[in-house]
């Protein structure tokens, strides 16, 4: 049974920062693209951030220079450090693990920054 768990979303003030985790079980995680999404209220999801099997990492352009992505292997997990954080940062965060067709998800956590 495949499993994707987000924790660390929050309220948090303009400027501040969060670190969201997301475990993974069912997975053979080393091979897996990870991905972090986003949904703003009354908007689509949209890919924030991914890291590669080999460790390659892509970012939206409104978070470059503000978030970072890492995974450990080991601990068969996912991160996404947000500094700067900002009031359109705010939606649900979404991690998800693809390979090849397949593509799992987690049930998000939310993430609502104040101005």
């Known amino acids: 049974q495949v499993q994707l768990v987000e924790s660390g979303g929050g309220l948090v003030q303009a400027g501040g920062s969060l670190r969201l985790s997301c475990t993974t079980s069912?997975?053979?995680?080393?091979?897996?693209?990870m991905d972090w999404y986003r949904q703003a209220p009354g908007r689509q999801r949209e890919l924030v951030a991914r890291?590669?099997?080999?460790?390659?990492?892509n970012y939206m352009d409104s978070v470059k220079g503000r978030f970072t992505i890492s995974r450990d292997n080991n601990q068969k997990k996912v991160d996404l450090q947000m500094n700067s954080l900002k009031p359109e940062d705010t939606g649900v965060y979404y991690c998800?693990?693809?390979?090849?067709?397949?593509?799992?998800w987690g049930q998000g956590t939310q993430v609502t920054v104040s101005s």
């Open positions: 890291i590669t099997v080999d460790g390659s990492r």
């Open positions: 998800a693990a693809r390979y090849d067709r397949y593509v799992y």
């Open positions: 069912g997975i053979s995680f080393s091979g897996y693209i």
